[in-house]
């Protein structure tokens, strides 16, 4: 049905900036569309309105070298493209569900535009069962007397980590396409043939990614299942941290020697504050209201959110035990972005500390390296250096772990503070530093200094 084509992608977010970048670089000659007007002028111009490393780079090679055009009009993307990446966001709806008005939306802009054969790809979270509804929205569009195969809709969920999105998607471990028709899936599946072969500047012979085809339903459901599953092995982790602290054991250990085991590997151990971010928040409460709507008891996935929602609570539970009273406190908090190397502040741990800390009375003052502001929180007082935030504080908390707060000089964060309490939310400081400054140090299940009871002497 599809030749080698021009491919358009629909929805310039995180996502989309980043699949039209590099396929853009791979050699593919790309139109995206965007209809805030803003933002379609920066990616014109060829940089993007959030940060990602290494993105702005190739936005400008593709905007340069013409290989990567953007626009607001669909019929103009649609005319030059045969394969149609949908990467519009599906932000938290009701009931857990996610809410696809944009996705709605943009598949009728698809259905308007569409005079010719097209393989419409959906990159967007949407819940399972989306790619019929998908095509039945699109059917709708075109009319009785237009020949329904003229589309086909393949499920192409992604996984791109933010921070790391651009390296994610040029050197995948899988490609996962689910789709109705073979000859569409090999469609989408030609459009990866420089990343599936490693055949572009910069690819890695070491890396061939593995390409699974299957049915729509369960491209879908792989995509939420990973998600769900990653998010469940931190809160793993963060449940034996929290037991670690009642046992006087140290988590770090606990995660590495664990991980040393190939069937558990050492990735996503790492306790702390618990999981943030656009996905793993909304994807495991999407896929449980999918359990819940057929009659099932999705337990395990809400332990999941619950023993995540926890962890903030734990920091501001270690917070009241040393400070007491919290009111009147001065807490500085390191790090709001949800993870380091991104400046994505949506349902960041951070957010929940510091509200949860301005309703019991404290004083928060906030350091990040790139988010300088947060809507949520007009009042958040922040400033540009990690040292000004703690002056005078009486406690400070590691929310995020961006490189340079891996290294603070404790030396001179001792001599800022009014008090001594430091609380590790991510288990990266050298305990031993932090303590020989003459600081307090409260980690997330390691906090302890392990001595040997008496007893335990032969
Ligand atoms: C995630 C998935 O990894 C990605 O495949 C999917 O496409 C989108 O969701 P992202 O949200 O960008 O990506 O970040 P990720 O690196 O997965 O981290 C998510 C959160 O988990 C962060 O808040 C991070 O700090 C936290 N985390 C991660 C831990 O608390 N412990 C860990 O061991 C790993």
Not at 168 to 181: K, Q
Not at 212 to 222: G, L, N, Q
Not at 351 to 372: C, F, H, M, Q, S
Request: some cysteine; aromatic content about 6%.
């Amino acid at each position: 049905m599809i030749s080698d084509s021009g491919i358009s992608v629909i929805g310039s977010g995180y996502v989309g900036t980043v699949v039209a970048a590099c396929m853009a670089k791979i050699g593919h000659e790309v139109v995206g569309v965007e209809i805030n007007p803003e933002k379609l002028a920066m990616l014109q111009g060829g940089s993007s309105y959030f940060y990602e490393p290494g993105l702005d780079e190739l936005l400008r090679d593709g905007v340069d070298n013409g290989n990567l055009t953007f626009t607001d009009d669909y019929e103009l993307a649609m005319a030059n493209s045969e394969v149609v990446f949908l990467c519009v966001d599906t932000p938290p709806g009701e009931g857990g569900h996610p809410d696809i008005t944009n996705v709605t939306a943009a598949a009728k802009s698809i259905g308007m535009a569409m005079h010719s054969p097209h393989v419409i790809v959906t990159k967007s979270t949407v819940p399972v069962g989306s790619g019929n509804w998908l095509t039945s929205t699109i059917e709708n569009v075109l009319g009785d007397d237009v020949d329904s195969d003229v589309f086909s809709v393949v499920s192409n969920p992604e996984f791109l980590r933010e921070g790391s999105a651009v390296r994610d998607f040029l050197h995948p471990e899988r490609i996962v396409l689910g789709g109705t028709h073979p000859e569409a899936v090999d469609a989408v599946a030609a459009a990866y043939d420089p990343i599936l072969k490693q055949a572009f500047p910069g690819g890695r012979a070491t890396d061939h990614p593995i390409l699974v085809k299957t049915d729509r339903s369960t491209a879908e459901t792989i995509k939420y299942a990973a998600n769900a599953f990653l998010a469940t092995k931190i809160s793993f982790i963060n449940e034996i941290a929290e037991i670690c602290e009642w046992v006087n054991a140290d988590v770090k250990e606990v995660a590495r020697a664990m991980g040393l085991d190939s069937r558990i590997s050492a990735q996503f151990l790492q306790a702390g504050v618990g999981w943030g971010g656009s996905c793993f928040g909304k994807d495991v409460e999407a896929l449980a209201a999918t359990a819940r709507a057929h009659g099932q008891d999705p337990s395990l996935l809400e332990a999941t959110m619950a023993v995540n929602f926890k962890q903030r609570h734990r920091v501001i539970t270690k917070l009241q035990q040393h400070l007491r009273p919290l009111r009147g406190s001065r807490v500085a908090l390191l790090g709001l972005a949800f993870k380091p190397e991104t400046d994505d502040v949506r349902d960041a741990p951070a957010i929940t500390i510091a509200k949860e800390l301005a309703n019991r009375g404290a004083i928060v003052r906030a350091y990040d390296p790139l988010v300088k502001q947060i809507p949520e929180l007009p009042d958040l007082q922040t400033s540009s250096d990690p040292y000004a935030v703690v002056q005078s504080a009486d406690a400070l908390v590691l929310v995020t772990e961006w490189d340079e707060l891996r290294h603070l000089d404790f030396e001179e964060v001792a001599s800022k503070m009014r008090g001594n309490l430091v609380i590790d939310g991510r288990n990266v400081f050298d305990p031993a530093r932090v303590r020989a400054a003459g600081l307090t140090y409260e980690g997330m299940g390691t906090g302890h200094e392990i001595t040997p009871r008496a007893s335990d002497a032969w």
